[in-house]
Structure formats: structure tokens, C-alpha cells
Antibody
Framework: EVQLVESGGGLVQPGGSLRLSCVAS????????MHWVRQGPGKGLVWVSG????????TYADSVKGRFTISRDNAKNTLYLQMNSLSADDTAVYFC??????????WGQGTLVTVSS | QSALTQPRSVSGSPGQSVTISCTGT?????????VSWFQQHPGKAPKLMIY???KWPSGVPDRFSGSKSGNTASLTISGLQAEDEADYHC??????????FGGGTKLTVL
């Protein structure tokens, strides 16, 4: 059974940093691109960032480019998102999602990031 | 990276059919046959209901169907059931390993 479990969310002050993690199981992690998608309170889903199966290729939404860094450790079956210079606009539930043939087919339960003073 | 356009809400009675539209551009919906639809209940993770415009993942009933014409994709739910009440999100591949989502549509079963 495919499982994705996010962690690392919490309350952080504006300008602060946070690192999210997503532990994968039930599939060969190193065979798949992986992505982060976020959902602000009462809002729709927004794609944030993606990383290639070997970690060499990365993509970012314009809204986070230069502030967020996606990475992965295939030996640990873990995906990361380092978030810096956070603002209130970054407040959201952050989901990790598996990419299967250009479709986000499995999602984690999400981790809540709240940016507030 | 503009969001796809979905109606904010739709509604229908049990047994009826509803259709949710998702409008993008030639750079996303119109340019690729990689449109997917997700059902999301409050506080839960999105669940894949349709992929590649009109394909069903295992376990999804065929009451859910997808289509696309030009830059607009659609999700039709027939034989509405109470448990179908949820938010529905469309998603399209937008090239270079990026995705774009719609703003979400709240389905109310009357």
C-alpha cells in the first residue's frame, strides 16, 4: 500500500524558516518524481515544487522560487521542502504527492504551516 | 502559472447528474491529455478520481467520468449519492514537470 506521511509543520514567525519532510513507503521511491502541493485555508490546491527521481532536476512555482528548496534522500525514502523567508501568504496545509505519468496519484495527509507573529 | 477556472459551487439532488467544468489555456488543459480530477472531503487528502482526461483509477465507480474539449475539461458525476458531497479539484500538467490546479468546486447534494 502506498503511503506518504508528512511532518515538520508548525507555527513560525514571518521571515522564519521551516523544513518539511515526507516519508514514503509501499512503492519504489527512487522511480518517481515527487512534488509538494499546498492548500491555503479555505482555498484551492496550488502546486509548489517538484523533484526528479534522482534528485538532479527541480521545478518551482514562481511564488516560491528563490525561497524554497526541494530535495530528497532516496536511501531514506524521504522528500524534503526547506522553506525560508516565510510570509503569511505561505500559510497552508502542505501535501506531498507522488507523480505517476504526469499525474499526482497518491497524496499524504498534509502538514499545517502557519506563519504568524 | 495561473490557476484553472472552476465554478465555486454546484449542486444536485440524489440520482441526478452534475457537471463541473475546468477551463485553462493551450499551455495546460488544451496542450496535454494529462487532466486529472480529485475529490476532497473536509480535512482529508485529495483522492484521485479521473486521470488522463477520462481514465479511472482502480476502485473509482464509473459514475464519475471525464472529458475535454479544447481548453476546457469536465467532470460529470451521474447518479449522485450523498457521499459524493465534497470539494472537487481539477489538475493539468503544464509542461516541464509542473502542474496547475483549479480553485476547487464545492458539490452539494441536496
Amino acid at each position: 500500500e502506498v503511503q506518504l506521511v508528512e511532518s515538520g509543520g508548525g507555527l513560525v514567525q514571518p521571515g522564519g524558516s521551516l523544513r518539511l519532510s515526507c516519508v514514503a513507503s509501499g512503492f519504489t521511491f527512487s522511480n518517481h518524481w515527487m512534488h509538494w502541493v499546498r492548500q491555503g485555508p479555505g482555498k484551492g490546491l496550488v502546486w509548489v515544487s517538484g523533484i526528479s527521481n534522482d534528485g538532479r532536476g527541480t521545478t518551482y512555482a514562481d511564488s516560491v522560487k528563490g525561497r524554497f528548496t526541494i530535495s530528497r534522500d532516496n536511501a531514506k525514502n524521504t522528500l524534503y521542502l526547506q522553506m525560508n523567508s516565510l510570509s503569511a501568504d505561505d500559510t497552508a496545509v502542505y501535501f506531498c504527492a507522488r507523480d505517476h505519468a504526469k499525474t499526482p496519484d497518491y497524496w499524504g495527509q498534509g502538514t499545517l504551516v502557519t506563519v504568524s507573529s | 502559472q495561473s490557476a484553472l477556472t472552476q465554478p465555486r459551487s454546484v449542486s444536485g439532488s440524489p440520482g441526478q447528474s452534475v457537471t463541473i467544468s475546468c477551463t485553462g489555456t493551450s499551455s495546460d488543459v488544451g496542450g496535454y491529455n494529462y487532466v486529472s480530477w480529485f475529490q476532497q472531503h473536509p480535512g482529508k487528502a485529495p483522492k484521485l478520481m479521473i486521470y488522463d482526461v477520462n481514465k479511472w483509477p482502480s476502485g473509482v465507480p464509473d459514475r464519475f467520468s471525464g472529458s475535454k474539449s479544447g481548453n476546457t475539461a469536465s467532470l460529470t458525476i451521474s447518479g449522485l449519492q450523498a457521499e459524493d458531497e465534497a470539494d472537487y479539484h481539477c489538475c493539468s500538467y503544464a509542461g516541464a514537470y509542473t502542474w496547475v490546479f483549479g480553485g476547487g468546486t464545492k458539490l452539494t447534494v441536496l
